[in-house]
């Protein structure tokens, strides 16, 4: 019975097995009839019928269209939807169509580096040749790749993203789906169309840097339009002389024309067209097709072989113009017993001169998968092209998948053979294609002979493969960037340059950049990792110094060390840059008017700074995909930018020179330096579609703080002292009511109040908790007034006024007290006198061991300029029993000034660390 049951599952298996292989077969004659049914609609489409008919068809739309939009106008006049729905050029779109500002989703995953689009000449599944296979390995080095369909949808406005293998997209264009990219041109309307398609595909997948590769000339407008627009690089790969198609019209050759002059590279993969390309341009790379040997070097032999019993000549590949059919049916004909099998699309080519023989099989095409199958059926391979303008420039990729599987191979002599002569057979006509194949046969006879010719097959094989292809490819690419160099100033804080230099290296996708880190001698912690850093990273150098040279001392020997960089970054090691950071900022470089550009940021005190949602590191690369893709191409001019990042050609340098090195370890120099661009005729802008986080200050936070003022008092002395005029505070940006506060940011700023530091001017936004501390992140002054300001208030007011109410809200009105609160030492209160406060109800002068007070020039400057109601010293020395004896000093010393104001003393208990003030009042 065991027996018997399992004889019963062995024919239901062997029963499955066959009604598998049977729909397996159905699937591949139904795959044949849609690739056949595919490539006679192309031919359609290119055949002089279809273009004439086409061409009547437009012109009456041009007729008939005005007439419609007409009528229309008279039956009812549009409503204040439709006319919503006219672009500002006057385009009309669909009701259903999205507005282009709807929100972003990104599909595919974050760019590892530059993204790669191609505009092809055939569609991915095909025929899988040349710009499949480039893709291929372009999409294997880490590169996201776009393939775009040859063929349109009419469902809406967007870009249709597909996947066809990891790092490897397909995408569908909107537009006509019968237009015809062998034909037909794009005109103004239509590149429109693609262009605002592609800017929100950019927008939406994040795409910073990217090569645009052509291969076909009828995109030619797009990809110039989208380097002129988006600065991605134009690559046009001359694979075939266009002149030598039947289909291409004058307008795609001038398309062709435009593209050998214009393109920031062309590749070319014969001769013949290299010769014609550096004619036209001096950025030429010769990269030739090639084979993908571990594909074609082992395979079983197809089932359908087992019906023929002679010799089989075999030959796979397109059966169009240059395929010489006459040389086949001539051997065909005079070796009846040899079987010619031929597979490959025949689309409307005239192949009736092979039809009727018996031992010719027109099999049609065949998957890429399958063709090792196949070609390991024949005996010998052949190219039997015929010799004309077209294949003069051919280098057929055949050729290499042949060597690979290690067939005898008879061709055609082409003269991008001439390199492989003695490795395949020649043959011109029918009856040399035979002695050929006759000599190819009898290789078998001389097992050594064999040995060698399967060995130089194989040797040439391995040596042409289109995983090095790639390679060259992505390395002719590189090229095309001149290099940059991010110098990058390290002075302690470890964690701090980690974090900045693992962005770096996870969030640059510029092709061509080092880092060089100069260290200003810090401890032995940072110089061994760096050491440790350098020896796994090759594009790091490092520069250690044995003392603390400065700012711009560093960057200086950063500079001079990038000898061979084009561009320079200065960048602070308490950053963290976001994806694709530096290829925006490199682009705006492009602009032979623009000197010097930085990024906006969540530090800074200036306009470059802007508030930001998120609280800790991990919300940094949301926020700035977000906010970089809401403002893309946006940017504005600034007086000053902030040289925590800043980013510069070498010609600013050649200009202007260095960094002014006399500002010691730092402060002013980005003020300097920023004046300079400007005085040579430069622009320095500030980059809204770029954003770099900077922690702020992690060096100069090491400082004590009476230091930190010595330091800035003594360099803006200097800074004077070189320009002869009074410095001028940075502004931070006022995002109020009035503004045009991005969308965004709407319930982050309904709950922000607005204060200004008198030190810098700088207006700041904070969300008020309960433990708020209200502290200058422009200039680093962190008095301590919560307590005081309340007090100071209740003062102004007559009654108790609760924090919140102390402050002025966004968009509210000036009601309640302006309160300007002074920091620690004589440079804040030097300051007042150049800012705004006049307007205020009281000012807070926070004191150091009486440092302040005890200057009445100052104080009377600043009280006559101000004029406030209230004046009020917080004392704060470093001991609380030295705090009797101060008040009592600067109440004497000061106390003719001090009447003028009716001042209020507030003494401030540090050690108890309780915000109880006591109020002394004058007067």
């Not at 086409?54 to 009812?76: A, F």
């Not at 580096?113 to 569609?123: A, Q």
């Not at 940059?484 to 980690?498: F, K, M, P, T, V």
């Not at 040289?643 to 300097?672: H, K, T």
């Amino acid at each position: 019975m065991p027996q018997d049951r399992q004889k019963e599952l062995e024919r239901e298996v062997a029963d499955l097995r066959q009604k598998v292989e049977e729909q397996r077969l159905r699937i591949r004659r139904f795959d044949e009839q849609l690739r056949i049914k595919e490539e006679t609609l192309r031919w359609i489409f290119s055949s002089r019928v279809y273009r004439f008919s086409q061409g009547i068809c437009k012109g009456i739309d041009k007729i008939l269209l005005p007439l419609q939009r007409l009528r229309r106008t008279k039956s009812s006049p549009p409503t204040s939807q439709q006319q919503a729905e006219l672009c500002t050029n006057g385009e009309e779109h669909d009701a259903d169509d999205e507005p282009l500002d709807r929100p972003l989703q990104r599909t595919l995953p974050p760019a590892a580096s530059f993204d790669v689009i191609r505009l092809p000449i055939i569609d991915w599944d095909f025929r899988f040749q040349r710009p499949q296979q480039l893709m291929r390995e372009l999409a294997r080095e880490g590169h996201r790749t776009f393939y775009v369909r040859n063929r349109f949808h009419e469902a809406h406005s967007d870009i249709e993203i597909g996947e066809i293998a990891e790092g490897i997209a397909e995408l569908t264009l909107p537009g006509p789906a019968q237009l015809s990219v062998y034909t037909e041109q794009i005109d103004d309307d239509l590149l429109e169309l693609f262009f605002r398609a592609f800017d929100r595909l950019r927008r939406s997948e994040a795409i910073h840097q990217a090569a645009v590769i052509v291969d076909l000339p009828f995109w030619e407008p797009l990809a110039q339009e989208l380097r002129r627009r988006f600065g991605w690089k134009l690559i046009y790969d001359c694979m075939d002389e266009h002149a030598g198609f039947s289909t291409n019209t004058k307008q795609m050759l001038a398309h062709e024309e435009s593209l050998l002059s214009s393109s920031d590279l062309v590749l070319t993969t014969a001769k013949v067209l290299t010769e014609r390309a550096r004619k036209h341009n001096d950025s030429v790379s010769v990269i030739p097709n090639a084979g993908e040997y571990d594909h074609f070097a082992t395979g079983e032999p197809h089932e359908f072989y087992k019906q023929l019993s002679s010799s089989v000549i075999g030959y796979y590949g397109a059966i169009a113009d240059w395929f010489d059919d006459a040389m086949i049916a001539n051997a065909a004909r005079l070796r009846p017993d040899w079987d010619f099998v031929l597979i490959g699309s025949t689309g409307t080519h005239d192949v009736s001169s092979l039809e009727g023989l018996a031992n010719v099989h027109l099999l049609g095409e065949k998957p890429y998968d399958e063709l090792p199958r196949w070609v390991h059926g024949f005996d010998i391979a052949c190219i039997p092209f015929k010799d004309n303008e077209l294949t003069r420039a051919t280098n057929p990729v055949k050729f290499f998948e042949y060597m690979s599987a290690g067939k005898p191979v008879v061709s055609t002599p082409l003269c991008e053979l001439e390199p492989y002569e003695g490795s395949y057979y020649p043959a011109s006509d029918g009856k040399s294609f035979v002695e050929a194949a006759e000599r190819a046969l009898a290789e078998s006879a001389d097992p050594q002979s064999h040995s060698q010719l399967l060995a130089l097959r194989r040797q040439i094989g391995r040596e042409n493969t289109w995983k090095a292809r790639g390679l060259a490819l992505h390395a002719a690419i590189c090229g095309l960037y001149p290099k940059a160099a991010i110098i990058i100033i390290s002075y302690h804080n470890l964690e701090i340059l980690q974090q900045c230099l693992e962005s770096v290296w996870s969030n640059t996708h510029y092709p061509d950049f080092e880092v060089i880190v100069v260290d200003n001698a810090s401890g032995e912690e940072v110089t061994s990792w760096l050491r440790s850093e350098a020896k796994r990273e090759p594009r790091l150098r490092v520069q250690f110094n044995q003392d603390n040279r400065g700012f711009a001392a560093a960057n200086n020997q950063g500079i001079e060390l990038a000898s061979d960089a084009e561009y320079f970054i200065l960048l602070n090691n308490d950053t963290i840059v976001p994806q694709g950071w530096l290829s925006r900022l490199l682009r705006y470089l492009d602009n032979p008017t623009i000197g010097l550009v930085g990024p906006v940021t969540s530090w800074a005190g200036n306009e470059a700074r802007i508030p930001v949602p998120y609280e800790d590191p991990s919300g940094i690369e949301d926020f700035a995909y977000k906010h970089c893709a809401q403002h893309s191409d946006e940017h504005f001019d600034i007086r000053v930018l902030a040289m925590f990042c800043v980013a510069m050609r070498r010609g600013l340098i050649d200009a202007i020179g260095l960094l002014d090195e006399r500002y010691g370890v730092g402060m002013f120099e980005d003020d300097d330096f920023s004046m300079r661009v400007r005085d040579a005729g430069y622009r320095c802008i500030c980059a809204e579609d770029c954003f770099v986080h900077h922690w702020g200050e992690k060096s100069f936070k090491k400082l004590e703080r009476p230091e930190y003022y010595s330091i800035f008092e003594s360099n803006k002395a200097k800074f004077e002292d070189k320009w002869g005029e009074e410095w001028r505070a940075h502004v931070a940006r006022d995002w109020n009511a009035d503004s045009a506060t991005p969308a965004h940011y709407a319930q982050f700023t309904r709950d922000l109040w607005v204060w200004s530091c008198p030190l810098c001017n700088a207006k700041h936004h904070s969300l008020l908790e309960e433990d708020t501390k209200l502290d200058c992140h422009n200039c680093g002054a962190t008095p301590e007034t919560r307590a005081a300001a309340v007090e100071i208030a209740r003062v102004i007011k007559g009654r108790p006024v609760p924090m919140e109410h102390a402050l002025r809200k966004q968009g509210e009105e000036d009601a309640a007290p302006r309160l300007y609160i002074e920091g620690l030492s004589t440079p804040q209160l030097t300051a007042i006198c150049c800012s705004s406060g006049e307007q205020a109800d009281a000012v807070l002068l926070s004191d150091h061991k009486g440092q302040v007070l005890q200057n009445p020039e100052l104080i009377e400057k600043a009280l006559a300029r101000m004029a406030p109601k209230g004046v009020f010293a917080l004392a704060s020395p470093a001991g609380d029993s030295h705090q009797p004896e101060l008040l009592a000093r600067i109440a004497a010393h000061q106390l003719d000034i001090i009447e003028k104001a009716k001042p209020a003393f507030l003494r401030f208990g540090i050690k108890e660390k309780h915000a109880a003030a006591t109020l002394l009042a004058r007067g």
